[in-house]
């Protein structure tokens, strides 16, 4: 069911001349973006991201959109639109790739930079990949796109001007109105007023931080607090940010040159982002500041820049290793600084903690958004969202990127602008909005579940899956083992009983035997020969024992072996 509206039922078929918009990921949670606009049997999509797992998908690597709605269409998809170069947008590629491998894919000279190694990994053609740049107009098929520069937390980031027979979309990707830009390429309100002069039926809106108020501070306001961070600390400082915040990187990079210190980026993924983004002239990599790690570790710590990832307390993340002392390279002294130069992404702030207090514990100082200024945010505040509602003036609005709590907020901002309720279409993933006649409606909900990958495979593990890890995690393993001779109707051994993440000791459960003895022999008794029936006998008897006796609620898997 969904929250926003319960009574949601399949779509209509769609009818000519009639845009459907179909958000595959995105609306509900922060990541995996991915909208999909139909018209007249052509599908044009815009980003294709992936959502990082949670502690309650334990063992999951990525989670991506649900691409079943597009199953048997591959062939009606003339695009795909990439808004920018961070994963929760370009993650999720390679995997819808492998439906089609020839999709023509439109994205700035970094975006496309960031995704070709991507397809390189997974030994996926990059001869589809054309680059676009603001201002430029190109036609896909019966979809004329424009793109207008914005700023974001990474630089290149492009809000894309739908244009089509049945009305005008605009897509702001992720962006905010900073007006000092480490780059100089700020959001571009002029080409946002000349698509409202033009008219824009329906404006899908960047809806992240619709909640906070005022408006964001710009980027380099947080270079001078880097740089005094950097000159206060008498240790080596590590740095822990995305691997693709090109700006904040570069940030870090001039506040070290200026207090002499070096740098050594970090990390595979740390190292290949900076040097594309160096190759592109979007950062300076100072051969007097970076440095190889060997040379590093051969200076004085109070000249030393650790530059890593893992700002989101990502397990496998060098921060995260970094904190329980099982890193290569870096090993942390009681005169040492981290410095989480990054935002919480919702649903992240446990594992950062936790990450935190191994830091502290080890005798760091910890510097974070909590105690200084060292973070600003890639998205549009309230203030900044009411200046582009005033400035576009759309007909229509559908809130985009965020959880449900944004998602309202934004519509509630664009109504105070004059917007009417009626043209806010508030959607979370799977709902279906209709733009006809110039007005945008629900008009129903497709199948939009949570894709996971997990090692080599990709949505073979469902929810219930999760749900045995996380209990296999929390409570336990019980195991029940009986032999039987179905025809005599005796136990010829066992029942035997073994458990695995409990801190009772085995031996506890010698008191509940004769109870699961006497269940499975009353099921023989009573003529059960079915192997599945016996062994739910045994489950229940253990179950209600552990439950009452241990009050835990273990997997409990029982066996039966006929003889």
């Given at each position: 069911m969904n929250p926003l509206y319960p009574e949601l039922s399949l779509p209509p078929k769609l009818k000519s001349d009639t845009i459907r918009v179909v958000p595959l990921g995105g609306l509900g949670e922060v990541g995996r973006n991915m909208t999909v606009i139909e018209l007249n049997g052509k599908i044009l999509i815009v980003d294709?991201?992936?959502?990082?797992?949670?502690e309650i998908q334990p063992g999951v690597d990525l989670i991506l959109p649900d691409f079943s709605y597009l199953h048997g269409r591959m062939d009606d998809v003339v695009a795909l639109v990439l808004t920018h170069g961070?994963?929760?947008?370009?993650?999720?590629v390679p995997y819808l790739l492998r439906l089609r491998e020839d999709i023509p894919i439109y994205g700035s000279q970094l975006t496309l930079d960031f995704l070709r190694p991507k397809l390189e990994e997974h030994r996926l053609p990059a001869t589809h990949l054309h680059q676009v740049r603001e201002g430029e107009r190109i036609e896909l098929d019966i979809f004329a796109c424009e793109f207008l520069?914005?700023?974001?937390?990474?630089?290149?980031?492009?809000?894309?001007?739908?244009r089509t027979k049945s009305g005008n979309l605009l897509v702001t990707g992720d962006y905010k109105m900073d007006q000092l830009p480490l780059d100089k390429r700020i959001t571009d309100l002029r080409g946002f007023a000349r698509m409202g002069e033009e008219g824009v039926d329906l404006f899908l809106v960047d809806s992240t931080n619709a909640e906070v108020p005022g408006f964001i501070a710009p980027e380099r306001k947080i270079g001078p607090v880097i740089r005094q961070v950097l000159s206060e600390s008498t240790g080596q400082v590590v740095v822990a940010s995305f691997a693709s915040h090109v700006h904040r990187v570069q940030q870090v990079l001039d506040a070290a040159r200026a207090?002499?210190?070096?740098?050594?980026?970090s990390g595979r993924s740390m190292e290949r982002n900076m040097n594309i983004a160096a190759q592109a002239g979007y950062l300076e990599l100072d051969p007097d500041v970076v440095v190889r790690a060997d040379e590093l570790k051969r200076l004085p710590p109070n000249k030393r820049v650790w530059m890593v990832t893992g700002s989101q307390g990502e397990p496998m993340a060098a921060l995260s290793r970094i904190a329980q002392g099982e890193h290569r390279l870096v090993s942390l002294e009681p005169e040492d600084t981290v410095l989480l130069a990054s935002s919480?992404?919702?649903?992240n702030e446990n594992s950062v903690y936790r990450v935190i207090n191994a830091l502290m514990r080890q005798g760091a100082n910890v510097v974070h958004k909590g105690n200084r200024a060292v973070h600003v945010s890639g998205h549009a505040a309230e203030g900044e969202l009411l200046y582009t509602y005033n400035i576009v003036q759309p007909k229509n609005v559908m809130p985009i990127h965020g959880e449900i709590r944004h998602l309202i907020a934004n519509g509630k901002i664009?109504?105070?602008t004059g917007v009417p309720e009626e043209n806010v279409a508030l959607a979370e993933d799977g709902v279906v909005v209709d733009l006809k006649d110039g007005q945008a409606r629900v008009v129903g909900q497709v199948d939009c579940e949570y894709i996971y990958v997990d090692g080599g495979s990709i949505g073979e593990i469902d929810e219930d899956q999760l749900k045995d890890r996380m209990t296999l995690g929390e409570e336990g393993f019980v195991s029940v083992f009986a032999a039987v001779d179905v025809p005599t109707k005796i136990i010829a051994a066992g029942p035997h009983i073994t458990a695995r993440g409990m801190a009772e000791d085995?031996?506890?459960?010698r008191e509940v035997l004769p109870d699961v003895t006497?269940?499975?022999q009353r099921a023989l008794n009573q003529g059960d020969s079915d192997p599945y029936r016996l062994q739910q006998a045994m489950r229940r008897a253990l179950g209600r024992w552990v439950a009452r006796r241990l009050r835990r609620r273990p997997m409990i898997v029982p066996v039966v072996v006929e003889i």
């Open positions: 294709c991201g992936v959502l990082f797992p949670e961070h994963e929760d947008h370009i993650g999720a520069a914005v700023t974001h937390s990474i630089p290149d980031a492009l809000a894309v001007m739908i207090v002499g210190r070096k740098v050594c980026l919480l992404i919702p649903g664009a109504q105070a085995e031996g506890v459960f006497e269940a499975l």
